[in-house]
């Protein structure tokens, strides 16, 4: 997938070089995380949206509401935001990792004219 994501970056940047650039891509993560009780492992799909422009790129995670990084490259952001998310689920209880993680997250892209 990632070298998808390079590609598509190259050819959208060549052909608007002097326009402001953001690529919304989602992705879903299965993180593992120990029980900290049962000492099992615990497997969570979540969703992240990445945007990418001059200054490098964003992601969040819209189903953990403030649960977003950045990272100079799209590895870096994707360690990062994976960091972040097995931080914030940590912090909560399954009941609570079950509640925000049961939202379907739903993309498409929508063309708009201006007159």
Known sequence: MVSAVVE???SC?????NCRRVFHFVLHFCMMMSDPIGGSQMSYKVSIVLER???GY?????ELKGC??????????????????ELYLETLSEEE???HLSREILTTAL???LA
């Open 58 to 62: 964003y992601a969040y995670c819209p």
């Open 8 to 10: 598509a970056e190259q």
């Open 53 to 55: 422009d001059d200054f």
């Open 97 to 99: 990792r079950r509640q």
């Open 68 to 85: 977003h990084s950045q990272g100079d490259s799209f590895e870096e952001v994707i360690a990062n935001i994976r960091e972040a998310i």
């Open 111 to 113: 063309e708009v004219t």
């Open 13 to 17: 940047g060549k052909r608007f070089s």
